[in-house]
């Protein structure tokens, strides 16, 4: 046992002198990347709400029973398609008694020109007499005049007739029906039914007004709307495949929330194999509310580091870059919309400085480090750079 002891305690020193010098004797490794300028598709996103281009309530231009209905709900119609006859029968016959009206005063108009040209003809006779002649031609005067508001009388019960067969009056899916088969509608039933457009549709989104002065200065210089492409997501997150531009900015300003609302358009086509008649055969509904973000068409160069490189404190955001003498020091950097991934700098770094990105929680500013390239990063293409959403 006595000779034991040494031995063991010889042994533990073997092992623990070299550990020691393993992680405590030089200076931490740390992998580091160079900074670089790469193409940035630098995006914004909102929160947006979709809007039919066209949305008309149908109502009936006159009084008059439902005769036939003659869509089926939710279906979808084309500009001109007859939704509703209502009875015709007191209307065909209105229109009768207005066109014997019309013919009754032709025929006294007639008759007084007839009276009007017998009396100019003896106006150099003895039979004749000044005065005839004025009052035939006051008569032929008077009777055209009726005859003009006999035809325009016609004219609107045609018109009334013509509104028992009530008709689309824009292309798009129609709601259900508020009056059945038998029922009396007037001006004052309110809709009968609705028909909604649905392809192409707006997307609207309010924006700050110090955002809207950021986009328009961003892309002022790039063609302004041309240079910005639509994207949007549907409310289950999933990307849509149509892609949109803007076509019109508010006017003013919204008092309550200092926001401007912005609008786009953008294409709504039937989902594939899906059919007019079918439900939920397009993927944009009208009044839904979408994830919208805004693209510049081209990538600009911009330089980044690994997003995983930038640290935050109460100062702001910062990275630790390895100087001359492999010395890890701290840079206050001003950061630009940035991915998950990739970190978009605008001021505080320059391009070519090894910056730290693995390895940070071992670094303390003005100390040594063992720097080595850092594990590149499964490549994704070109990185956009979305900020949170916004609305």
Known sequence: MRRALPIAAALF????????????????????VQATRTPVTETSQFVGRVQATDKVDIIARVTGFVAERLFTEGAEVEKGTLLYRLERGPFEADVQAKQAAVQQN???????????????ALIDTPAGQRSTVDDRAATQASQAAQLLAAQAQLKQSQINLDYTEIRAPVTGKIGRSAFAVGNVVSPTSGPLTTVVSQDPMYVTFPVSVREALDLRNRYADKGGFAAVVVRIKLPDGTPYNEVGH????????????DTVNLRAIIPNKLRPGAKKDEPGNRDLIDGSFVTVSLEGVQPVLALTVP????????????????????????????????????????SGINEGDTVISEGIQRVRPGAPVNPAPAAAPPSTGAPSAPVAPKG
């Open 106 to 120: 032709e025929a006294l108009l007639r008759n007084a020109i007839i009276s009007l040209n017998r009396a100019q």
């Open 13 to 32: 020193c073997v092992v623990s002198l070299p550990a020691l010098a393993q992680f405590g004797g030089g200076p931490p490794a740390v992998g580091v």
């Open 246 to 257: 803007l076509d019109y900015v508010d006017p003013t300003v919204a008092a309550n929330t």
């Open 307 to 346: 997003r995983g490189a930038v640290l935050s404190d109460q100062q702001g955001n910062f990275v630790y870059v390895v100087d001359n003498e492999k010395k890890a020091a701290i840079r206050r950097v001003s950061m630009g919309q940035s991915t998950p991934s990739t970190a978009v700098i605008l």
